[in-house]
């Protein structure tokens, strides 16, 4: 029998992947007994990490901060979708910053597979600033990028570069767009994020941007979490996915923000 800790994992995969799990399916997906599955969901209902059901556990009720390779295979036709309308609002000489998260990941991507963007040669077509390493990590074999990286302390969960260190270089750099990815996004609290440290480096990137661009699927909208990133007032644009209903994007649009659905 596989180690707690190794099933937990394969637990919390299975939950990004599908929303719920089932405690009969996954006991016959891992190869373990019902009675250990129920074991394993409640521990990681104590850990604040699954919402119990009587058959099985949903994703927490609360919006909540999984890892990033925990997140990354939720939404994803939506969310490549959005990062390909993201990536086609960039022109050939901007500068562009991104944040960490799984979204803005797929607009670094769609940003690197763009040909005229390529074009060039190895001469710079586009400026990218982040704090996100694993974006770096993916652009910076891209001779066509001009690659900027923030200092500050990795966060392992995002992959991304928080505290003060991370913030000093900004005041002295500006933006054409901001591509922020959020944990939450609503009216009357704005962008908002789950860590205090990432809202931190995301509200100083999107202050130095003349386009602030929040892309987030329709499972991020008309919700919030502990730390605000920005106002509503302050940003543009949203991008978000063809399922959002009118009920969701209608009140940011009431607000002034440039709704695109991709």
Same mark, same amino acid.
């Given at each position: 029998m596989a180690a707690?800790?190794?099933r937990w994992s394969k637990l919390l995969e299975m939950l990004a992947r599908e929303g719920r799990i089932e405690v009969e399916a996954a006991a016959a997906e891992l190869g373990v007994s019902p009675a250990t599955i129920r074991r394993d969901l409640d521990e990681l209902g104590r850990q604040q990490m699954v919402t119990r059901t009587h058959g099985g556990a949903v994703v927490n009720a609360i919006a909540y901060d999984l890892p990033l390779r925990y997140k990354a295979a939720r939404n994803a036709p939506e969310k490549e979708r959005i990062a390909h309308a993201a990536a086609g609002m960039v022109k050939t000489g901007a500068v562009v910053g991104l944040n960490g998260g799984t979204t803005t990941t797929e607009v670094a991507r769609a940003l690197a597979a763009r040909a005229d963007l *390529?074009? *060039? *040669?190895?001469?710079?077509? #586009?400026t990218v600033v982040t704090n996100a390493l694993n974006i770096a990590n993916e652009l910076v074999v891209r001779r066509h990028?001009? #690659?900027? #990286?923030t200092g500050g302390v990795a966060r392992p969960a995002s992959y991304e570069l928080i505290g003060p260190l991370a913030t000093e270089l900004l005041p002295g750099i500006t933006l054409d767009h901001v591509f922020i990815g959020v944990d939450a996004f609503d009216v009357l609290h704005g962008a908002t994020a789950h860590h205090e440290g990432e809202a931190s480096i995301n509200r100083a990137l999107a202050r130095r941007a003349q386009q602030v661009v929040v892309v987030a699927d329709a499972s991020k909208l008309a919700r919030r979490a502990f730390a605000r990133i920005c106002p509503v007032e302050e940003i543009h644009v949203l991008v978000t996915d063809r399922s959002a209903s009118a009920a969701l994007t209608d009140p940011f649009a009431a607000a002034g923000v440039e709704i695109i659905r991709a």
């Open positions: 707690p800790q190794v *390529g074009s *060039g *040669g190895n001469e710079t077509s #586009l990028v001009k #690659l900027v #990286l």
